[in-house]
């Protein structure tokens, strides 16, 4: 069992069989240095790929993100679901539906912060059914950036998201994936090895 695994197991609380929630170390209170080694996972997965950006989605993919940056030397990018007074012209938009929350929102990216020239990898924290994957894969395709992968922090292999996004030929790295949440437990499927 990998450290991030080690941390689900004793701080993720599993509130259905698909909902787990790990708002101790990463949705609500962060883990600093559990976010530290996330970033230099990643940093190390995608240490080749020539990345200029890292997207994420507001609010829980900023810690990881940031982290990954940090290793890498690059500029964050997180879409915000709200607009503000200062975000409202010049933005590439996409609607992203929450499997957690049962909402959709619009996401937005300043087109100053993204462009054709960007080799992007966007990072996530939960990977279900890949919805907020998409809505970013569509503001990077609108900016006409290269895609080189994603990197989640935790993924829900019983649900659709990974399969969805791997048979469309893109690389995701996933540093725990969950294959049950069954009577309230936790179990690992064993292809992530990472962390």
Known sequence: MNFLEQKIAAEGKVLSESVLKVDSFLNHQVDPQLMQKIG?????LFSDAGITKIVTLESSGIAPAVMT???LNVPVVFARKRKSLTLVDGLYSAEVHSFTKRETNEISVSKDYLTSDDVVLILDDFLANGQAVLGLMD???QAGAKL???GIVIEKGFQQGG???REKGIRVESLAII???TNGEVTFKREATHV
């Open 179 to 181: 294959d049950s949440l």
């Open 148 to 150: 080189v992968g994603v």
């Open 139 to 141: 503001i990077v395709n």
């Open 69 to 71: 940056g940090l290793r």
């Open 163 to 165: 399969q969805l996004l």
């Open 40 to 44: 230099e996972e990643f940093a190390k």
